[in-house]
């Protein structure tokens, strides 16, 4: 079983940046695709992008041209630059595959707070 810690969070003001890092105890080669969902207090999880194993992204409508998701599988590791970050963007990010919790990864990491001020 592989799980994920995510890291990177933190307070910022309103179009400012962060790198957020979601690092798995054992390989993720053989995952499809990874991605990125966030949470906003009172609201459902909802999925922000995903990295096919080819490289090939998809993102959510609201992060489209500001938001930017990479993998490195020698690293066991998958990105989320954000950029151009707004109040609507305040959440706990988590990783996971997409669709989420699918072998080898059987659950959710702790998530990582996003906090943007106005």
């Known amino acids: 079983q592989v799980q994920l810690v995510e890291s990177g969070g933190g307070l910022v003001q309103a179009g400012g940046s962060l790198r957020l890092s979601c690092a798995a105890s054992g390989s993720i080669f053989s995952i499809n695709a990874m991605g990125w969902y966030r949470q906003a207090p009172g609201k459902q999880r909802d999925l922000v992008a995903f990295?096919?194993?080819?490289?090939?992204?998809n993102y959510a409508d609201p992060v489209k041209g500001r938001f930017t998701i990479s993998r490195d599988n020698a690293k066991n590791t998958v990105y989320l630059q954000m950029n151009s970050l707004k109040p609507e963007d305040t959440a706990v990010y988590y990783c996971?595959?997409?669709?989420?919790?699918?072998?080898?990864?059987?659950?959710w990491g702790q998530g990582t707070q996003v906090t943007v001020s106005s």
């Open positions: 996971n595959t997409f669709p989420p919790v699918r072998a080898p990864i059987r659950s």
């Open positions: 990295v096919t194993g080819g490289g090939s992204t």
